[in-house]
């Protein structure tokens, strides 16, 4: 097996928004502005942006400022500066700031918007991938962990302790201390014995060190990955790019409750239509917070009046103190997850966003905001998800004849699969046999009762169901006593669970993309992105 291609539909948890959105289903159709897959949705998209004003001369000094600091070579600087062309686009992805990279998907929707900027620029659109670096969220204990693997493929939890100014200071400005040192040595003891392992390791150090933020440590990392590329990291927690999004703040604040109820409206349609909403809608929310004494904290509507506010559990302010302060002190406010599309997209040309899947539900809701803003909701295209497999999994993968589909569906399942593989006895035919021995006669039995006693279907559909349910616990009782009776069965079994489930999810949610790349190193990105299709998205299983 070198890869193999399944759409989403086939990928545990995919939710139905995703699934109708890959359909394009007219239900969901209308929460987004056009299909990504369709060269139509971008021709009226460039038009569109064309029109729409970019203060593109401070936002090429931004990230030329940002990009330099972060490491970035020339084609990244180059890649900058054709932003100062009204026809240049940005095909947009981002994340939360966190260790080592993140969990392995942060790399796969980098990947993505790279091939979604490629194939666009071969349709003839001029277009430069960005990065935008999440870093104002305040959940520094979600930043700062994450996982890998040993050589049992166990999960092993990686956290770095370290130190906050304050109990909910924005994570991006938070300094890395000397406990990361023990946290990269941690790593490294297990991370696969490679030859890949050292550049790893040193990358990792030269970034994640004592000093550093955890903006400029997760930036220097990703830049070290992707600079060849082109790809322009943005950090939002920035005087500059503060001070062009403080009409949105403001914008924000004054119509908080009209967009708080076009948002509580939208939620409510998608529910209504079979979706989910993604973000609770607060009765007094404003989708803004701001800092006080170092911490970030959201900023409440007072009264229903739109003139006072609440910030945080205490503090009050007259809607003229907040907009004096924005203007003033543009740093101290960020927007929610709801409102900070709307940031991106208005600071960047943005075409396109590559989105995962809670972000695409949420984006659904945003939708809704775009109007009051001018500016079109860009094209969201779906990221490509991947599970990588290496050599001992593949082996037992293919010795028992069976995928990573049957290892998502469960342990039952699987154990009963390498169960019918490993033993020759024929007892798990059998079983198959007598399920359809069974189901002919209790269909020759219903025959007989509707003609005599129908009242008595019901008792007989009960039975049924019991009589299924003691059959499958049978057959599980057997299939684990075989498996029992064989250690190296049960511990290839589990090696294949945790492997491709770690903490029963997706592999991609859970180990760090740093793991991966100390198996097979940085060529293995290349792979990935040839992996991915010009023009639709889906989950890839690929071999290290």
């Not at 990928?11 to 056009?34: C, F, Q, T, W």
């Not at 469960?410 to 019918?420: E, K, M, P, V, W």
Request: overall charge negative; proline content about 5%.
């Amino acid at each position: 097996m070198d890869s193999l291609s399944l759409p989403f539909s086939q990928v545990p948890k995919s939710s139905k928004l995703l699934l109708d959105y890959m359909e394009r289903h007219e239900n969901i159709a209308r929460y987004y502005d056009g299909s990504p897959f369709s060269a139509e949705t971008y021709d009226r998209l460039k038009q569109q942006l064309l029109n729409f004003h970019i203060n593109r001369k401070t936002l090429v000094d931004v990230l030329l400022r940002q990009n330099r600091g972060f490491g970035a070579g020339d084609k990244t600087l180059q890649n900058i500066q054709r932003l100062s062309d009204t026809e240049t686009m940005a095909v947009v992805t981002g994340q939360q700031i966190g260790l080592f990279s993140g969990p392995a998907f942060t790399l796969y929707k980098a990947l993505t918007a790279i091939r979604l900027s490629h194939s666009l620029n071969a349709r003839g659109l001029k277009t430069v991938p960005v990065f935008w670096l999440a870093s104002e969220d305040h959940d520094l204990e979600e930043v700062a962990q994450t996982y890998t693997l040993n050589d049992d493929y166990e999960a092993v939890h990686l956290h770095d302790p370290g130190q906050r100014p304050a109990p909910q200071s924005p994570v991006g400005r938070v300094k890395l201390t000397e406990s990361i040192g023990g946290v990269l040595d941690q790593l490294e003891s297990l991370l696969p014995h490679t030859g890949e392992r050292p550049q790893v390791i040193a990358d990792l150090r030269a970034a994640y060190y004592p000093g550093a933020t955890w903006s400029q440590a997760f930036a220097q990392f990703l830049t070290r990955l992707f600079d060849h590329w082109g790809v322009i990291l943005l950090d939002p927690m920035d005087k500059t790019v503060h001070t062009l999004a403080a009409p949105i703040f403001q914008k924000a604040l004054q119509q908080s409750e009209e967009f708080r109820s076009l948002l509580r409206d939208r939620s409510a349609e998608l529910v209504r239509t079979g979706y989910h909403a993604q973000v609770h809608i607060a009765e007094d929310s404003t989708l803004l917070f701001v800092e006080r004494e170092g911490n970030r904290l959201p900023i409440h509507g007072a009264g229903g009046s739109g003139k006072e506010f609440f910030i945080g559990d205490g503090e009050t302010a007259s809607i003229a103190d907040l907009e004096n302060e924005i203007l003033d002190r543009p740093l101290n406010f960020s927007a929610n997850v709801l409102l900070r599309p709307l940031v991106q997209d208005t600071l960047l040309p943005t075409i396109a966003y590559v989105a995962g899947p809670s972000e695409l539900a949420y984006l659904g809701q945003s939708h809704v905001l775009y109007p009051a803003f001018g500016r079109p909701m860009p094209a969201i295209f779906p990221r490509c998800g991947f599970t990588l497999v290496d050599r001992r999994i593949e082996r037992w993968l293919e010795k028992y004849q069976v995928g990573v589909e049957d290892v998502w569906r469960g342990r039952d399942h699987l154990t009963q699969r390498i169960a019918s593989t490993a033993f020759s006895q024929g007892w798990s035919e059998r079983f198959e046999q007598t399920e359809k021995d069974l189901a002919d006669v209790l269909s020759r039995l219903r025959k007989d009762i509707e003609i005599l006693d129908p009242t008595l279907l019901d008792t007989l559909g009960h039975a049924e169901e019991k009589i299924q349910y003691q059959i499958e616990k049978l057959k599980g009782k057997l299939t684990r006593s075989a498996l029992s009776r064989s250690d190296v069965l049960a511990r290839h079994e589990q090696a294949l669970l945790r492997a491709i489930t770690p903490e029963k999810e997706l592999q991609e949610r859970v180990v760090t993309g740093a793991y991966f790349l100390g198996w097979a190193g940085y060529g293995l990105l290349e792979r990935l992105f040839d992996q991915i299709p010009a023009d639709h998205s889906g989950h890839f299983i690929v071999s290290l």
